[in-house]
């Protein structure tokens, strides 16, 4: 008894609806990212999707969703899918509703895979669009009524109509399921300079914020059908997410890490160690920035890598070091004479390295390591863009000119 009354209720679902609503949503989703400057993407408001610029349609888009294995699995000359898109774009060229000299696109998605030979792998394969029209005049019409009212509406258009209208039909069949559409768009906003560790994130709050605008603006109507979103406030808002999801504070993860001992020799002979040595810094300063060295290369490397800090944001941070280091050296310089000796020069060279060394810089607000301000200083001095030595730059440079011992004994 309890059987009979579970499938009589479930006669009366709309499992394969629902299916087909949420990949119109994901699908808009996914052409969001398409927009360019100026453009909007509407929804139930003119088709399935459009785009539009200026207020004019220039692309219309049917989504066809399949799921099961008692839904039909091909796009074949007899497909309702088929007519039924064509047909409703014919009968709006027809009525002038559907403006052929602006709409540059008119593109079918669906789950379905293509029959061999048919009107739709024609389209698919970019078959010439008179011998396209020629095979739909000899079809012989579909049994489903109204798969054939879609056919005739396509036969009823004049000869130059139905050309124009096939040339600008693009078909895109075997698209992916409602969890590959997700994939998909995670593999977007990566592209977009999410973080790696919050792309799962970044797709709720995605799905949520397109979830709400079209459920908002639906009920309140604004006296037009279905949804317009333009480029510029999904472009606000991804900006909006990608800013909530980035965190404040970045992993210390090398705070207690040693220098390993097969690369304490190379970085001895780094540029930034032959900066201290301009400068006669102590074996004690030389080694405290070795470590230094080391381990703010390795935080910001891995970072870099894990993608939980973005090249741009450590270009801004190295330019604010330099910008305080150059405040800091030339009012080193200002008290230094011109004719200084060299003892001089060294001994006010050390002072301002100490100055620099004691600088606590963070790279974000919630950074509480100061070992990452001293140590991406040697960076920058290994790089020449900050030195200690009032006359760092050319001691460099003629140190550079100086014959090795391989010049000397070829």
């Given at each position: 008894m309890s059987r009979k009354k579970s499938d009589a209720l479930s006669q009366h679902t709309a499992v394969s609806a629902l299916s087909g609503y949420l990949y119109q949503l994901q699908q808009a989703a996914l052409h969001l990212f398409a927009l360019t400057e100026g453009e909007s993407l509407g929804i139930e408001v003119v088709d399935d999707l459009h785009v539009e610029r200026s207020g004019q349609a220039i692309e219309h888009r049917q989504v066809k969703y399949h799921q099961g294995a008692s839904r039909p699995r091909r796009l074949s000359n007899r497909s309702l899918d088929l007519w039924k898109t064509l047909g409703i774009w014919a009968a709006a060229i027809a009525d002038g509703s559907l403006d052929l000299s602006r709409v540059q696109r008119l593109v079918l998605l669906t789950r379905a895979s293509l029959a061999a030979k048919s009107i739709a792998s024609m389209i698919a394969s970019g078959e010439d669009p008179e011998k396209i029209s020629a095979t739909i005049l000899d079809l012989q019409?579909?049994?489903?009524?109204?798969?054939?009212?879609?056919?005739?509406?396509?036969?009823?258009?004049s000869a130059g109509q139905r050309a124009t209208l096939i040339g600008r039909l693009e078909i895109y069949s075997t698209q992916p399921t409602l969890q590959g559409v997700t994939s998909e768009l995670k593999r977007r906003l990566r592209n977009h300079?999410?973080?790696?560790?919050?792309?799962?994130?970044?797709?709720e709050r995605t799905y949520g914020w397109l979830w709400?605008?079209?459920?908002?603006?639906?009920?309140?109507?604004?006296?037009?059908?279905?949804?317009?979103?333009?480029?510029?406030e999904f472009h606000t808002a991804q900006?909006?997410?990608?800013?909530?999801?980035?965190?404040?504070?970045?992993?210390?993860?090398?705070?207690?890490?040693?220098?390993?001992?097969?690369?304490?020799?190379?970085?001895?002979?780094?540029?930034?160690?032959r900066q201290l040595a301009l400068i006669d810094a102590s074996q004690r300063v030389r080694q405290r920035s070795v470590l230094a060295y080391f381990r703010a290369s390795a935080e910001r490397t891995e970072w870099g890598e894990r993608g939980e800090i973005l090249p741009d944001e450590l270009l801004r941070y190295d330019q604010d070091l330099t910008e305080r280091w150059e405040t800091e050296f030339d009012c080193m310089c200002s008290g230094v004479p011109l004719n200084a000796a060299e003892q001089e020069l060294r001994r006010r060279g050390l002072e301002h390295f100490?100055?620099?060394?004691?600088?606590?810089?963070?790279?974000?607000?919630?950074?509480?390591?100061?070992?990452?301000?001293?140590?991406?200083?040697?960076?920058?001095?290994?790089?020449?863009?900050v030195g200690w030595h009032r006359d760092f730059a050319a001691r460099l440079t003629a140190q550079d000119q100086q014959p090795t011992e391989e010049d000397d004994h070829p």
């Open positions: 019409p579909p049994k489903n009524v109204h798969a054939r009212e879609g056919l005739e509406a396509v036969r009823a258009l300079g999410f973080h790696e560790r919050t792309l799962d994130l970044a797709i709400e605008l079209v459920t908002t603006r639906l009920d309140v109507g604004r006296g037009r059908a279905g949804v317009l979103i333009a480029e510029a900006c909006r997410i990608r800013d909530e999801l980035t965190d404040t504070e970045l992993p210390a993860r090398y705070l207690a890490a040693q220098v390993p001992e097969s690369e304490i020799k190379c970085l001895e002979q780094k540029l930034f160690m100490y100055v620099i060394e004691r600088l606590d810089v963070p790279i974000r607000s919630g950074w509480l390591y100061r070992y990452l301000t001293s140590g991406s200083y040697h960076i920058l001095a290994d790089r020449r863009r």
